[in-house]
């Protein structure tokens, strides 16, 4: 090999060695670079798990809050509903006693007075139709003059 052809193959090797340590160079830079990114993506994920487990737990209270609230209504409702039925079936007993006596009571009326309660029902009810006909005479026809509060003997007298 003649000296020139030496030199020549001398410089390609040096200018290969070049090339592949700036290749290894921009490698550990895009490795850097890349190893910093993973980084900060990881501490943003962190960040965003750590928000995301934060507003579950609060989102967990709240519905369990409420869940509990729901029960406590829920119970309360069936408390209501049982005192009501327990007072409905006291006023059923109670009504039922009323009735028994009542009906025991008329057992005991004398035949006589027992003939004369519907007569006098009657003689009640037609008293009261007479009275709400002359109330609804009254309204149709409107007011009275002798009717009014600011009659005056003296007005009317001359």
Not at 92 to 111: I, L, M, W
Request: aromatic letters at 4%; glycine letters at 6%; zero cysteines.
């Amino acid at each position: 090999m003649t000296e020139p052809w030496a030199a020549v193959l001398a410089i390609s090797v040096a200018i290969m060695a070049l090339i592949q340590l700036a290749v290894i160079i921009g490698l550990a830079i895009a490795w850097r670079h890349a190893r910093a990114a993973v980084s900060s993506t990881q501490h943003q994920l962190e960040r965003l798990a750590a928000d995301v487990k934060m507003n579950v737990g609060t989102v967990t209270a709240r519905v369990n809050a409420v869940a509990d609230d729901v029960r406590g209504v829920t119970s309360r409702m069936q408390q209501v509903a049982t005192t009501v039925s327990d007072g409905v079936q006291r006023v059923e007993h109670t009504v039922k006693n009323a009735g028994q006596r009542v009906a025991d009571t008329v057992d005991q009326v004398p035949s006589s007075v027992k003939k004369g309660v519907p007569a006098g029902l009657a003689i009640l009810a037609a008293l009261r139709t007479v009275q709400q006909v002359r109330s609804r005479l009254r309204n149709r026809r409107g007011p009275n003059r002798y009717d009014r509060d600011d009659y005056s003997a003296d007005e009317y007298a001359s």
